[in-house]
């Protein structure tokens, strides 16, 4: 049968990388998803669970990729849980992708915002200057700094931890030691993905200088290819229009880092 | 006038007492939960945009997976009516002054309906849709509208809450759809929408399991195209009733081909998954096209061509 | 015998008292007018042949356009049951020693069955399948499958004329199809084949009329398997009875996806259209070949695995 | 819309050429047909009246193609009937083609059995020795001379007309001025289309002899996909596994020659 891309293809896990106690990486074989653009998704079904949006993750491993998920509610507990040899089903490529300036680049990424981050460093050129600031409430949570210094080595980079606590890298919310940056360097493009808050000030923080920015949103999805309508922000529809937007559309959005919607589709207060 | 001269075609229809400025509509269930998305349809060349199906209190609906496709335009969904509530919704749509709203509602009782109605007292809505068709959720739906009893008391005390226009959206059920439909007209109903989504099913053959957590969807997009079409030209041949077709449509031709089955106006869902919101607009150029062509100068003077011997 | 080694799996099957060597067959009405075509679909892998429904005296049917596609292996059809009649077919059939034959039958009443049956006393027969769901032709399919007590009166004559089992194929038509299912239970059928064409029609816009010259027709093909599949599944969850699958199964994954919905064996007609007379060996490979991966010995051992919790 | 080989597309009837008093040829344009091979078929829509299988004949013109049809029933007279500007539906093109040898070529038609031998006449190689038989019941009937002449003329090549009536050319059936050309000439291939009796009896004198031979046999059409069955030949379908056999395969077949199917199916002598 040929493939049909929004129908789920199954998989079969071949490996689990547990990244901190909540987080885990699943890598499987595939032939569509190891060449997917950095910020594009899948639709993720854990046969009789439930089906998620996840963000594609290198595996590093020609003909391979993966997925890393946060154990959470229902849906990515059930996906945390996979086994290897289990079977799941994926379907896509969904969404657009960050547009990869040249120069000086920073990431800002936090918890599993960072899966599209670290798929962008694979597109970066050797003469880029890249800093990437990973936030975190606590050490315990901290994962991919190695991955990110490893996916760099041939740069002129710098990976910044900051976890809430203190408890590893420098002390505070990522959105802080942002403002430093942007005050000293003048980046050629900031790309964000993680919680709504981070995204939004950092959004507000580059775009307010004039600065290139663009963040990847989340939003509830049910089908990812622009039917339903569960994952509207605005007018913008985050499985089509995005996931990735630039800061000047962003601004104009007047639910961004406010409001999102719950299954039922009720605005609600971030 | 010269009568060589030839007229600029008009894409306005009418449906009864409703009028519209173009024939394609959003369908129901689509991309229907928010004004600025609807603001933007409107933009983007559809007549009217038919809200999700709303029910008197929220629901979540079913988990996912909620919605495939089975290839060649075609799709199942068990999305199981998540709404945020007709309160809710209204308060939401209240701003609008410009986009043609259709409010689609489901319930079991007339209460229900006349609950509903009562919350959009302040807004702007153009008709409101009955759905007494969903193929996939308990109570709601196809169980009410395969109950001719219940489809008479509902319609007669929606059309006695209020003025706005009101459609009766029908689908193949376990009873017979045509009766469905008499009925609804014997109640005064204004027009009909034909048809919903057809109940189906598809299974994984790895994980031998069916796709949908619901197990059981409704299949739409271009494999319904051809039954709609005959509901179309049935129910347009045997009562006088302004119909609108929906099912399948994803091309000009395939609205054409519902104007000359008998239907007054279109709406389309699935096919804006495959070719986005453009959609409208494609549709809105190659009817005008067609019309021109053809020496059209209405859309009316298409409607049910394809019934002459 | 030591477990480990793996089994070669048998696609042999049975649908209640029929046992078949192969669980795919040429549904009703696709090229079934010869025997010796019979004859070359099972030397090319088809499990059994259903014949061309058959009534009392010959008919020849509609007037051409009587089939054409709407795309991605969907097919409109009203052939309008063009048959030579029983008698002719029968004596045609009396040389075949081979081929599992199933004839198929359309009727109004009990006595044309009666009939029928009679003509093929001589013949060997594996099953008569009575097709009450063809959804073009007045008088008889679904006209009769939508009246219960008809279906009751005619599976019950049919049962009492002959040894030979008999299927009944139904369909989705004006009535609940599950309570066709039901009747037909009660008045003993051995087996249920679902589904017939669904009615349907296409319009061509440059034309302005419809293609078939009976108007409406019957789909077939990738369309409806969605649709055929929840038959299938809601059929065999309902009642504890046989069924063979039919609609739109063109790959072996359709076939099994049948089988794991709760189909002891299937049909297929349009797919031949679009794959000719190799399908079924394609077919039987991608069957066994799925068999062996997932290490099963008999059809069996699938029907129905869907529906496990 | 894509179009569809097995749903009608529209074509506009552009010139109508009357070729005998029962005889026309109507032109149209197309993408399609002006390319398909010697055999190949159409199932042509007469909106309103019929639909029926159609060799597809040249035109002589780039982009265009047309059908030779003869008056007879329903559906040829309505096809008969229509005028220039009239639309019909065309669907295929369906079937194989006539494998066309080179060499000593023998071509043998009768009525819009020569349709197909036209289209042939364009495939073979200025080298070839053609003669093309054309049989027909008396001088009113005869059509094509003139067009096989003008299509031969570089090559070395004859045509003969024969009447059953004598009223113009060679007096008699063409088969038995066949019997007469394959006694004379060793023909590479001979090739013909008619009326069944005369390509049974061409393929019996051709096949007999050791000669290549193929016929493209006519039989009722419903589907011309192989669907339907109207069109079985023993267990060949025409439309599907024809319309063209080799003299070989036929000499196999008992209904060839003998017998065909009424619209209901009943096996008829011919
Ligand atoms: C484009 C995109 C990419 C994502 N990539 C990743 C990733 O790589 N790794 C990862 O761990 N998580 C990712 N997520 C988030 C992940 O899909 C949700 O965390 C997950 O769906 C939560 O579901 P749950 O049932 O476990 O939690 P629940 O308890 O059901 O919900 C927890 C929260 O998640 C949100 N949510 C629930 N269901 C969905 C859904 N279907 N779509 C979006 N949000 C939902 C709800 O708003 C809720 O507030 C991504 C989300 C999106 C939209
Ligand atoms: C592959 C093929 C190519 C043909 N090419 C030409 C052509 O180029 N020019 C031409 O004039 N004729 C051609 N014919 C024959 C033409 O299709 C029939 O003569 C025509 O269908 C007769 O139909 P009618 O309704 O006019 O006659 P009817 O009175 O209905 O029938 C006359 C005879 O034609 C046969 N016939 C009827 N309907 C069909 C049908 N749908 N298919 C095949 N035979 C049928 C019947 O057996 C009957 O004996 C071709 C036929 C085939 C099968
Ligand atoms: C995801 C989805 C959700 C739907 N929800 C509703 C709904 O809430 N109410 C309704 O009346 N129809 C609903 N429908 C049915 C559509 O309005 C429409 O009748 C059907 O999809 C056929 O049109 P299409 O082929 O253009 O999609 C839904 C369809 C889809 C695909
Ligand atoms: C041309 C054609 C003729 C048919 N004739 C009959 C028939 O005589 N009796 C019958 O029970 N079903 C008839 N059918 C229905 C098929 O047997 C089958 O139920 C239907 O086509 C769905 O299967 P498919 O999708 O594999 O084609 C016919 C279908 C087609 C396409
Ligand atoms: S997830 Fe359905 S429209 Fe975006
Ligand atoms: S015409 Fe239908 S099988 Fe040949």
Same mark, same amino acid.
């Given at each position: 049968?040929?493939?049909?891309?929004?129908?789920?293809?199954?998989?079969?896990?071949?490996?689990?990388?547990?990244?901190?106690?909540?987080?885990?990486?699943?890598?499987?074989?595939?032939?569509?998803?190891?060449?997917?653009?950095?910020?594009?998704?899948?639709?993720?079904?854990?046969?009789?669970?439930?089906?998620?949006?996840?963000?594609?993750?290198?595996?590093?491993?020609?003909?391979?990729?993966?997925?890393?998920?946060?154990?959470?509610?229902?849906?990515?507990? !059930? #996906?945390?849980?996979?086994?290897?040899? +289990?079977? *799941?089903?994926?379907? @896509? &490529?969904?969404?657009?992708?960050?547009?990869?300036?040249?120069?000086?680049?920073?990431?800002?990424?936090?918890?599993?915002?960072?899966?599209?981050?670290?798929?962008?460093?694979?597109?970066?050129?050797?003469?880029?200057?890249?800093?990437?600031?990973?936030?975190?409430?606590?050490?315990?949570?901290?994962?991919?700094?190695?991955?990110?210094?490893?996916?760099?080595?041939?740069?002129?980079?710098?990976?910044?931890?900051?976890?809430?606590?203190?408890?590893?890298?420098?002390?505070?919310?990522?959105?802080?030691?942002?403002? !430093? #940056?942007?005050?000293?360097?003048?980046? +050629?493009? *900031?790309?964000?993905? @993680? &919680?709504?808050?981070?995204?939004?000030?950092?959004?507000?923080?580059?775009?307010?200088?004039?600065?290139?920015?663009?963040?990847?949103?989340?939003?509830?999805?049910?089908?990812?290819?622009?039917?339903?309508?569960?994952?509207?922000?605005?007018?913008?529809?985050?499985?089509?229009?995005?996931?990735?937007?630039?800061?000047?559309?962003?601004?104009?959005?007047?639910?961004?880092?406010?409001?999102?919607?719950?299954?039922?589709?009720?605005?609600?207060?971030? | 006038?010269?009568?060589?001269?030839?007229?600029?075609?008009?894409?306005?229809?009418?449906?009864?007492?409703?009028?519209?400025?173009?024939?394609?509509?959003?369908?129901?269930?689509?991309?229907?939960?928010?004004?600025?998305?609807?603001?933007?349809?409107?933009?983007?060349?559809?007549?009217?945009?038919?809200?999700?199906?709303?029910?008197?209190?929220?629901?979540?609906?079913?988990?996912?997976?909620?919605?495939?496709?089975?290839?060649?335009?075609?799709?199942?969904?068990?999305?199981?009516?998540?709404?945020?509530?007709?309160?809710?919704?209204?308060?939401?749509?209240?701003?609008?002054?410009?986009?043609?709203?259709?409010?689609?509602?489901?319930?079991?009782?007339?209460?229900?309906?006349?609950?509903?109605?009562?919350?959009?007292?302040?807004?702007?809505?153009?008709?409101?849709?009955?759905?007494?068709?969903?193929?996939?959720?308990?109570?709601?739906?196809?169980?009410?509208?395969?109950?001719?009893?219940?489809?008479?008391?509902?319609?007669?005390?929606?059309?006695?809450?209020?003025?706005?226009?009101?459609?009766?959206?029908?689908?193949?059920?376990?009873?017979?759809?045509?009766?469905?439909?008499?009925?609804?007209?014997?109640?005064?109903?204004?027009?009909?929408?034909?048809?919903?989504?057809?109940?189906?099913?598809?299974?994984?053959?790895?994980?031998?399991?069916?796709?949908?957590?619901?197990?059981?969807?409704?299949?739409?997009?271009?494999?319904?195209?051809?039954?709609?079409?005959?509901?179309?030209?049935?129910?347009?041949?045997?009562?006088?009733?302004?119909?609108?077709?929906?099912?399948?449509?994803?091309?000009?031709?395939?609205?054409?081909?519902?104007?000359?089955?008998?239907?007054?106006?279109?709406?389309?869902?699935?096919?804006?998954?495959?070719?986005?919101?453009?959609?409208?607009?494609?549709?809105?150029?190659?009817?005008?096209?067609?019309?021109?062509?053809?020496?059209?100068?209405?859309?009316?003077?298409?409607?049910?061509?394809?019934?002459?011997?």
């Amino acid at each position: 049968m040929q493939r049909n891309r929004d129908r789920p293809t199954i998989v079969t896990i071949e490996r689990v990388i547990d990244e901190t106690p909540t987080v885990r990486t699943l890598v499987y074989s595939d032939d569509v998803m190891p060449n997917v653009l950095p910020g594009q998704f899948a639709m993720v079904w854990v046969p009789g669970v439930n089906e998620l949006p996840m963000s594609v993750m290198i595996a590093q491993e020609p003909g391979k990729a993966a997925f890393t998920v946060r154990k959470h509610g229902l849906a990515s507990t !059930g #996906l945390f849980n996979i086994k290897v040899g +289990d079977q *799941i089903g994926i379907r @896509g &490529p969904y969404g657009n992708a960050f547009d990869v300036k040249h120069g000086k680049l920073l990431l800002v990424g936090g918890g599993t915002g960072l899966v599209p981050m670290m798929r962008m460093l694979t597109f970066v050129r050797s003469t880029d200057d890249v800093t990437v600031l990973i936030g975190a409430k606590s050490k315990d949570e901290v994962f991919f700094e190695d991955l990110a210094n490893r996916l760099l080595e041939g740069n002129s980079h710098k990976v910044i931890v900051s976890t809430d606590d203190g408890s590893y890298g420098q002390k505070g919310h990522v959105t802080d030691i942002l403002e !430093g #940056l942007v005050y000293e360097t003048r980046f +050629d493009g *900031i790309y964000t993905c @993680g &919680p709504e808050a981070m995204m939004y000030k950092t959004v507000q923080a580059a775009h307010s200088r004039g600065i290139f920015v663009q963040a990847s949103l989340e939003r509830m999805m049910k089908c990812g290819v622009g039917i339903c309508g569960s994952c509207c922000v605005g007018e913008d529809l985050v499985c089509r229009d995005g996931t990735v937007f630039d800061g000047k559309h962003l601004s104009n959005n007047k639910e961004f880092g406010h409001f999102r919607r719950s299954k039922a589709g009720i605005l609600e207060n971030y | 006038m010269d009568s060589l001269i030839k007229v600029e075609p008009s894409l306005a229809t009418s449906i009864g007492p409703i009028n519209l400025d173009k024939p394609a509509m959003l369908a129901s269930g689509i991309l229907g939960i928010s004004l600025d998305v609807f603001n933007r349809l409107y933009r983007c060349g559809a007549g009217a945009v038919v809200t999700k199906s709303l029910s008197k209190e929220p629901w979540d609906g079913y988990p996912n997976p909620t919605i495939f496709s089975v290839g060649s335009g075609g799709w199942i969904n068990a999305v199981g009516l998540s709404n945020p509530g007709a309160p809710n919704f209204a308060g939401m749509i209240k701003p609008n002054k410009e986009v043609p709203i259709i409010v689609s509602l489901v319930g079991s009782v007339p209460e229900d309906f006349e609950f509903m109605i009562k919350q959009f007292e302040d807004c702007s809505v153009t008709a409101y849709e009955l759905n007494l068709s969903c193929p996939h959720v308990a109570k709601v739906g196809l169980e009410v509208g395969d109950d001719p009893e219940l489809v008479k008391k509902i319609v007669s005390s929606v059309k006695n809450s209020t003025k706005t226009p009101v459609i009766a959206k029908v689908g193949l059920g376990t009873a017979h759809y045509l009766d469905t439909v008499r009925t609804a007209i014997e109640a005064g109903i204004d027009a009909i929408t034909a048809i919903n989504t057809i109940r189906a099913m598809a299974i994984d053959v790895e994980t031998q399991r069916p796709i949908l957590s619901n197990k059981f969807g409704g299949l739409s997009g271009t494999p319904i195209k051809p039954i709609a079409q005959r509901c179309v030209f049935e129910i347009s041949s045997k009562y006088d009733i302004p119909v609108i077709g929906c099912g399948g449509v994803s091309t000009w031709e395939d609205a054409v081909e519902f104007f000359l089955a008998g239907a007054s106006a279109i709406q389309l869902g699935s096919a804006v998954g495959d070719r986005w919101v453009e959609i409208f607009d494609e549709i809105n150029g190659g009817i005008l096209e067609y019309m021109k062509r053809k020496n059209y100068s209405s859309i009316k003077e298409m409607v049910g061509l394809a019934k002459k011997p």
